[in-house]
């Protein structure tokens, strides 16, 4: 698996994913301004100390962008979505529930 840096995130990932999501995109942006310009002493304490809000919402677009880079979804074999069709068999349905309802119930009264 490449890492975020190989897979593009910051410079062709993230802006797409922010993109893509207008309505969190602010807070995200908001979240961000708030981290400092230069590398704290400590990175993980630093981390550690973020609400879990905030970190639940910048974690969404950095795992989500990531994840929608084309090299980690063919590694993960992930083809991407596929539309399914609002037409379902009806007759393949009530085939599949008929044995169901002609056994009746079969659980035991306690």
């Given at each position: 698996m490449p890492s975020a840096r190989?897979?593009?995130?910051?410079?062709?990932?993230?802006?797409?994913?922010?993109?893509?999501?207008?309505?969190?995109?602010?807070?995200?942006?908001?979240?961000?301004?708030?981290?400092?310009?230069?590398n704290p002493h400590d990175p993980l304490a630093f981390v550690n100390a973020i609400p879990v809000e905030e970190m639940d919402v910048v974690g969404r677009f950095v795992a989500g962008a990531y994840f929608s880079g084309e090299e980690v979804s063919k590694n993960l074999g992930f083809t991407g979505f596929q539309a399914l069709p609002m037409n379902p068999d009806y007759d393949e349905i009530m085939e599949t529930i008929e044995p169901i309802i002609a056994r009746g119930p079969c659980y035991v009264k306690v």
């Amino acid at each position: 698996m490449p890492s975020a840096r190989a897979a593009g995130v910051l410079e062709t990932l993230l802006p797409r994913a922010l993109k893509a999501r207008p309505d969190l995109a602010p807070r995200f942006y908001e979240i961000v301004s708030k981290l400092p310009a230069e590398n704290p002493h400590d990175p993980l304490a630093f981390v550690n100390a973020i609400p879990v809000e905030e970190m639940d919402v910048v974690g969404r677009f950095v795992a989500g962008a990531y994840f929608s880079g084309e090299e980690v979804s063919k590694n993960l074999g992930f083809t991407g979505f596929q539309a399914l069709p609002m037409n379902p068999d009806y007759d393949e349905i009530m085939e599949t529930i008929e044995p169901i309802i002609a056994r009746g119930p079969c659980y035991v009264k306690v």
